[in-house]
């Protein structure tokens, strides 16, 4: 007979108390519990540790004036530079699940923003063939017209990510074929092409759904973004440059026909320096860096003649964390730019004008939400300056927390064309500490209005300074959207700007004649 500790008693099982499970699970419990939480604590030690100690800027800013290219010919808010990219999708007009993405664009209007952002499926929309949208129009095609209408409706411009064939779009159809296992590449290109100009002929301006729903040519989509960080995210074109570069070519042929003035986007690059190799060959005609499929059929292709504007995706925080160095908004778009330049003249038949027009349509500083909504806030403010000093022309203002959308909403009601951005640090007097400073007139004429943003560096205590102005009564705006008169003397306003170790809060100083507004 073996005690209650042993294995039997009078040589049955012994049975252990319920109570001893019970304390068992619940210390395993805790003890995950434990470890969950010093793994967060490590990674969010990780990761502050290497956000970056400062953002430099563009090398080589695109100097722009207050009016850019008239992109959209002339839909209203069109010009808008902040991209609204809110919750998630499911490529076919809805949320994830099939949920609504009504909230999202209340949201998105509520912050004052003019777009809004959809990724189209083809596997999603044409999951058994090309599909006929003169008969019946199926459940999917359904869903995406019924977000198009709730966009029209608050007056969002739609950013569309179509076609999109790889990344969470999962490749193309079974019935498509593709060239090469697990990547991209359909065999059916012509099929692809197709789906790509019927997209664009059911929602431009004055297409089918704007006649049915009595638009005119005042609404609809006409900003295409072909594909989603094709070079490397899930399903994509690695190996397959030149491949995407024949859908791209093929696509944007079959928009233009349905719509001479949709905009191509491409190729919406991630951050990391791997996929700019993968950028030339897109560009580099010659190389024929595509599959042995494409290789085959002896043509050449590249992005550079059909892009109407270059676009690409930067987590400021999460890319330079993970990168090892810092891969800033400044950084990113000098690596893509250097890139399309390279190759504007090099491939005979390919040749290409310089491009002017750079949008960020992908990030924030980091999708994990680990830096604080407060700092993140006062990063909102930073980026944008940032961004728009490079002559970046739009900046995406992705999944914002209620501090950041504060934010948003107070810097794009002073700044809704905020081109020009100086940097101007070297007009402002420090009383003490180190500051950034930019500044945005409003035009060129003496007295016109102008809009400071200054900051103090990271890490380096509060700051001090006097801001030249013209009025004697100027507006200063804080990150959460709070406004306050401050009186200037001789001609400057002097300002306390808090610290912080890596996110000091910027704030506007809104310089302008009393009757326009902001």
């Known amino acids: 007979m073996k005690t209650e500790t042993g294995s039997t008693i009078g040589g049955a099982p012994a049975k252990r108390p319920l109570s001893r499970w019970l304390w068992r699970g619940v210390a395993w419990s805790c003890a995950g519990v434990t470890l969950l939480l010093v793994a967060a604590i490590m990674l969010l030690a990780f990761f502050l ?7 430099p800027l563009a090398a080589r800013p695109i100097p722009l004036a ?15 530079p ?17 949920a609504s993405k009504i909230p999202d664009l209340d949201q998105e209007r509520a912050m004052g923003l003019r777009w809004t952002f959809m990724p189209i499926y083809w596997r999603a929309l044409e999951p058994d063939g090309p599909v006929a949208l003169g008969r019946e129009i199926p459940p999917a095609w359904q869903a995406l017209d019924a977000f198009v209408i709730a966009a029209q409706e608050r007056g969002l411009n739609i950013l569309a990510q179509a076609p999109v064939v790889g990344g969470n779009a999962g490749g193309p159809p079974k019935w498509s074929g593709r060239r090469e296992l697990g990547k991209s590449a359909p065999a059916n290109m012509d099929a692809l092409a197709e789906f790509a100009g019927k997209l664009a002929e059911r929602y431009r301006p004055g297409g089918t759904l704007a006649q049915r729903e009595g638009w005119g040519a005042r609404y609809g989509i006409r900003a295409w973004e072909l594909d989603n960080e094709p070079e490397m995210y899930r399903t994509h074109w690695e190996g397959q440059a030149a491949d995407y570069a024949e859908f791209v070519t093929r696509a944007a042929a079959r928009m233009k026909a349905a ?6 986007i491409v190729p919406g690059l991630a951050a990391g320096k791997n996929g700019l190799p993968w950028l030339a060959g897109t560009l580099d005609a010659t190389a024929l860096a595509g599959s042995p499929a494409f290789r085959a059929q002896g043509k050449r292709f590249s992005i550079g003649p059909v892009a109407d504007v270059v676009s690409f995706h930067n987590y400021e925080g999460m890319d330079s ?3 090892g160095e810092p891969r800033t908004i400044g950084q990113v778009f000098d690596d893509v730019r250097a890139v399309f330049e390279k190759w504007e003249q090099r491939a005979p038949g390919f040749t290409y004008a310089r491009k002017q027009d750079y949008w960020h349509t ?10 604080s909504s407060e700092r993140r806030a006062a990063w909102r403010f930073q980026f944008f300056t940032r961004a728009f000093a490079a002559g970046i022309r739009k900046v995406v203002v992705m999944d ?6 504060k934010a948003v909403r107070a810097y794009a009601a002073v700044l809704p064309k905020p081109f020009p951005m100086l940097p101007a640090s070297n007009e402002v007097a420090v009383v003490n500490g180190q500051v950034s400073g930019f500044r945005h007139p409003d035009g060129v004429e003496p007295g ?10 990271a890490g380096t205590g509060p700051a001090t300074v006097e801001v030249p102005v013209q009025r004697e009564r100027v507006e200063v705006i804080s990150v959460d959207g709070h406004s306050s008169p401050f009186t200037a003397t001789a001609g400057r306003v002097r300002l306390d700007l808090k610290g912080d170790p890596k996110m000091p809060p910027p704030i506007l100083v809104v310089d302008r004649p009393t009757s326009t507004g902001h």
């Open 66 to 80: 207050a009016n850019g290219p008239n992109l959209g010919g002339g839909l209203d808010g069109f010009d808008s």
């Open 82 to 98: 902040y991209l609204g990219h809110t919750g998630s999708w499911n490529g076919k007009g809805g949320a994830l699940g099939g």
């Open 49 to 55: 540790s290497r956000v970056p100690a400062s953002y």
């Open 362 to 371: 992908e990030g924030n500083f980091d999708f994990l939400g680990i830096l």
């Open 448 to 457: 016109a209005g102008q809009v400071w943003v200054v900051w103090a560096l």
């Open 400 to 405: 914002a927390s209620a501090a950041e959308r």
């Open 321 to 323: 964390a993970f990168s």
């Open 259 to 264: 719509d001479p003035q949709a905009v191509i």
